[in-house]
């Protein structure tokens, strides 16, 4: 395995954890992005996507209708989103819908 592999986490362990926990094995999520030698190429690749005029930034994602969860940076921009893990992959694309009054 890879260092730089994401962890997936059942719902049911996620919600079990402590908070100090969950601070633990958030740095340790994070540090993995640095470990992927790819990961620089991906996060332009996807600002390219998406438009320079998003953000980044580091959240668990839910990845399916059980509530398992990932470690993910997200790139939001006004209207979309996309969520990649430490190994590359998107593991979640996000559209926000347009408010009626704009």
Partial sequence: MRDYEPRYMANREFVELEEEDIQRINRMEAQK???NPEMTAVMSSIE?????????????????????????????????????????????????PKEDNE
């Fill in 48 to 96: 390219e996507q998406l438009g320079p005029e998003g953000h980044w930034e580091e959240h668990w994602m839910t990845v399916d209708p059980k509530g398992s969860r990932v470690y993910a940076r997200v790139y939001y921009t006004d209207d979309r989103g996309m969520a990649v893990t430490a190994d590359g992959h998107v593991v979640r694309e996000i559209n926000f």
């Fill in 33 to 35: 992005f640095a470990r």
